[in-house]
């Protein structure tokens, strides 16, 4: 089992800790693999913006190690942000690092206009730590998430080992944007690959084609899980999916 899965479940188990930390009193045709369309960009049209009972969902940073100096968190060898929502909606996901750190400043209901509390647990052998602190300014220093803190509740040393970060929750509306913009990256990236694909069979290229077909594959399981997410938020929103579960294609 690859490392980043095993501090991924270790800081799920530490998740209700870290959610009360957070919480408490301080201060057209789409492609497809099986060749049937699937939602177009406008069958997926987001939630009126005055909907209160919607999801809101927690995100999850799970890094091999950290450190801090100077009021900077530096997460490193965390592979992708995880998210999953509230009670009752059963939904989960994930995005990359890259586009946590673009759609930081984004709309109005930005995390910059409203920055999030979160709780980071460092895991060592006596067990966990718990510390609270507001997040700012995320960048990426060599591929490792980095945020300007401020710590709430707790400290911290200089380094330390692996760990996850809880980050406060998001709603629905700003997470079908980035979901969309996920979708649209996603198709082009499928249109490119397929370009590539067909230019390798024309030159009788065969070990060519045939890595690329495995590439597109992939590329059309991450999209239609993208899709997914949207059209089943929407029906567990609206009463229509009774189970309410997102799952993996």
Not at 117 to 131: I, K
Not at 214 to 229: A, K, M
Request: hydrophobic residues 35%; glycine residues 8%; proline residues 6%.
């Amino acid at each position: 089992m690859k490392d980043w899965l095993v501090y991924a479940l270790v800081g799920l188990v530490a998740v209700g800790l870290a959610i009360g930390l957070i919480s408490g009193p301080v201060d057209g045709d789409r492609p497809s693999d099986s060749g049937s369309p699937v939602p177009t960009g406008a069958e997926l049209e987001p939630l009126e913006p005055q909907r209160e009972n919607g999801p809101r969902f927690l995100f999850v940073a799970s890094g091999s190690s950290g450190s801090l100096e100077c009021g900077r968190l530096r997460l490193a060898g965390v592979p992708f942000v995880v998210f999953f929502s509230d009670r009752p909606y059963r939904m989960a996901g994930h995005i990359s690092v890259e586009r946590l750190v673009d759609a930081w400043d984004e709309g109005e209901d930005s995390f910059r206009s409203d920055p999030p509390n979160a709780a980071l647990s460092v895991f060592g052998a006596s067990g966990s730590t718990n510390v609270v602190v507001e997040l700012k300014h995320p960048f990426l220093v060599d591929g490792d998430l980095t945020f300007d803190i401020t710590i709430l509740q707790g400290s911290l040393p200089a380094s330390f080992g692996p760990c996850s970060l809880f980050i406060d929750t998001l709603s629905y509306e700003k997470l079908f944007s980035l979901m969309l913009e996920r979708a649209n990256r996603q198709e082009q990236e499928i249109s490119d690959v397929k370009d590539r694909l067909e230019e390798a069979r024309e030159a009788g290229n065969d070990e060519e084609a045939q890595m690329l077909q495995i590439q597109l594959q992939e590329l059309l399981r991450e999209y239609s899980h993208t899709v997914n997410l949207e059209t089943n938020a929407e029906r567990t929103i609206s009463g229509d999916n009774e189970e309410g579960n997102i799952r993996q294609p």
